[in-house]
Each structure stands twice: as C-alpha cells, then as structure tokens.
C-alpha cells in the first residue's frame, strides 16, 4: 500500500512539471501581479546580443517614451547604445542622444520592431486588465539565449563549416507607476543638538 501510494505521488509531482514546463515561467515574479502585464516571446529568429542591449536600454522607461525610442530607431532617428556587446561596433553621432559610452550603437531594425510588437502585447495585457497605458513602465526586461539554429556553409577544399544563428527568449513585465507621496509644506527641519538629544534621554527620578 505503501509503494502503490509513493508511485502515485510521484507520478502526480512528475505530471504537475510537466504541466508547469509547458506552460512556462518568468524569471521573476511581481510582488502585485494585479498591477502588472506581462509579454513573453520564445525562439525569436532575431540576434540575441540586438535584443540584450535593447531590453537593456529600455528597462525602467515609461512604456510610450520606450515605443517612441523604438519607431525612432526603426526610422535611423536614434540608435540603440551597445555597452556589453561592443566588438567591431562603430561609433555614431546620435550615440550623443543617449550618452552612450564612446557613442557607439547600432540600427537593429528587425530585434527593434519584434521588441516593440511584444511590449505593444503588454500595453494591450495591461488594458485588459484595467490598468492605466500612459502610467506603465518596464519593470522587468531580460533576454536569454535560445538554442542555435544549426547550418551548414560550405568552404575551400571540400570542407563544411557552421552556419549558427542565435535566436532569443525575452520577457517583458509592466507595472504600473504609483503617485508620488506630496512633499511636506513645513518649514526648514528643527536641527536636535547633541545636548538637546541628552536632554530628551534624561529622566528625572523622585523629583518634588
């Protein structure tokens, strides 16, 4: 009875990964799902390093200053700033738009139009849900390797080379702003002294 329970246990742990495996998860998950959307693309046939610096670049924006970056970008209006994939990038004199280090970037045109359509599918998540578009931002943006596309090219002396693309996995999570807290309308801070502090410690004791 024992050994029929423990099978059945573990069969039911093996199903409930599976079903989790199918379905899929973000890497981090939001302390207020409420107040976030979220967008998900797996094995996009665009570069990987394109995506990381664009999801690097966008992180923490407001959602339509990220989408006008975006438009802008796919009109060679603005370049996205590389600062981790830097080899063999040129330098541009919109990188001065962005402080870019060295005012490199790039036009990726193709990684740029599949991020905005996945960020307009989390604009749309968020509308579903109620929230407000024009107060989301990019909580969360994280691009990860997918495995390679795996060709052949042919070279010199009868030989065969790789021919690899380098697909992407990127998820994106909105949450909506919260209203700032209103500054205090009082006056300049009253500055406690070190004698004042004393004085506030001191107790008096049996006093008539």
């Not at 968020?126 to 407000?132: S, Y």
């Amino acid at each position: 009875m024992h050994m029929t329970y423990t099978c059945h246990a573990q069969n039911l742990i093996k199903h409930n990964t599976t079903q989790q495996a199918i379905m899929g998860r973000y890497s981090v998950e939001p302390e207020v799902p409420e107040k976030t959307s979220k967008s998900r693309g797996k094995h996009l046939r665009v570069h990987f390093k394109h995506c990381r610096e664009i999801a690097h670049h966008t992180k923490g924006m407001n959602v339509n200053k990220a989408l006008k970056v975006l438009d802008d970008v796919l009109a060679f209006k603005a370049v996205i700033p590389f600062v981790k994939y830097t080899g063999g990038i040129g330098r541009k004199a919109q990188g001065k738009q962005c402080k870019s280090p060295g005012n490199i970037g790039r036009w990726p045109v193709k990684a740029s139009a599949v991020y905005r359509d996945l960020l307009k599918n989390a604009v749309a998540n968020a509308e579903t849900k109620g929230l407000d578009a024009d107060n989301l931002i990019i909580e969360h943006a994280q691009c990860n390797k997918a495995p390679p596309g795996r060709r052949r090219t042919y070279r010199a002396h009868g030989r065969i080379g790789k021919y690899a693309s380098q697909p992407a996995h990127i998820e994106i999570i909105l949450k909506e702003k919260n209203d700032g807290v209103e500054k205090m309308d009082d006056a300049a801070p009253l500055k406690i002294t070190k004698k004042m502090a004393a004085k506030k410690r001191f107790v008096k004791v049996g006093a008539a």
